[in-house]
């Protein structure tokens, strides 16, 4: 009987982390059948737990998890302030591609609210961040966000015409 108590124990305290990690898991799965209330009621409740135990990788994770369903929504000063709090925390722990992440979501963002300059300067900055750590993949899809930003701003025809198009002047 003496092995049975500290098995418990074991069980017991790893059952936070069980709760927390299925939070999740039930987010993402709300989330592909298009329950994006449910989902974000998962992720924040994640979200807290990350926060509460202090494990800031998985917060910062969920935090965009988090900010494309409040988007999905419509929530998008919701979700601007959830990915203001995670770029702090990525800056914290000087992780380079959790911070791209979070800008490149921050300029996406900002296209939807209209707040052009601040999408520009966002993705800017996920585009250097990207190059610095070689991720070649992730950086594609910052340069598809940049197009979308500068079809909101005007579209291709009338940026090519006056050679104001600064996004194809980040393309290498």
Known sequence: MPKVGPLFLILILSLPNVAYSGQVELGHKAFQRGHFEQAAQHWEAALAQFMSQGKTTQYIDTAVHL?????????LWQ???ILQSAQARAQQIHDRVR????LSQLGDIDIAI????KAQYDLDQA???????????FLANIYNKQGNLW????GFSERAENGSGKILSTVH
Not at 128 to 137: C, D, I, P, T
């Open 79 to 81: 979700a601007k302030k």
């Open 67 to 75: 900010a494309v369903a409040y988007q999905t929504l419509g929530l």
């Open 151 to 154: 079809m909101a701003r005007g």
């Open 114 to 117: 209209g707040d052009w300059a």
């Open 127 to 137: 585009v250097k961040v990207a190059h610095e750590v070689n991720r070649s993949l």
């Open 99 to 102: 911070y791209a992440n979070v």
